[in-house]
């Protein structure tokens, strides 16, 4: 009888173990951009959580622009790693690639996101030198944002 529950309990732990690594193969927390996408993983690196994330981006010289926040208005953490991904229809490009030239804003306190990105002055530190570089769709590309609201923030292309 014993030998029963021991086996029993020996299947059912090994049940849960190959249930619980299927479903961690299948939610990976990765993002994989698909063929059509250009997936770009900004991590921040600063002194200070912000606000919000504007950023202003041209692709072979058409000019876009787009900004991330938290849905419950809590701040974007110092160590977050955000992904932003641009398709190839929301970029009106028929191409393999694009040249894109990014501009990050932070919005250092957290307010309402608005269509228009525009924000106080008092609140928004701009980065001055664009990322720049030829992006191929479907390929991932990672931006590392440092700084802190007294000394200014840069971001470079790893």
């Known amino acids: 009888m014993n030998i029963k529950k021991v086996v029993i309990t020996i299947a059912v732990a090994i049940t849960l173990i190959l249930g619980f690594l299927l479903c961690k193969q299948i ?15 900004v991590q ?9 994330l504007v950023f202003d981006y041209y692709a072979d010289g058409v000019e876009f622009s787009g900004g991330i926040s938290n849905a419950d208005k809590t701040l974007i953490k110092n160590s977050d790693d955000i992904v932003i991904a641009l398709n190839k229809q929301e970029l009106k490009s028929s191409y393999n690639n694009v040249n894109l030239e990014m501009y990050f804003r932070i919005i250092t306190e957290y307010t309402e996101p608005n269509y228009e990105n525009i924000y106080p002055e008092n609140i928004t530190q701009c980065i001055d030198t664009p990322v720049s570089w030829k992006a191929s769709f479907g390929e991932e590309y990672f931006i590392t944002i440092t700084g802190d609201k ?3 923030y840069k971001a470079v292309l790893n």
């Open 44 to 52: 921040m690196d600063t002194k200070e959580d912000i606000g919000l």
């Open 27 to 41: 939610f990976t927390d990765e993002y994989k951009p698909a063929d059509d996408e250009i997936a770009l993983h």
């Open 150 to 152: 007294a000394n200014g």
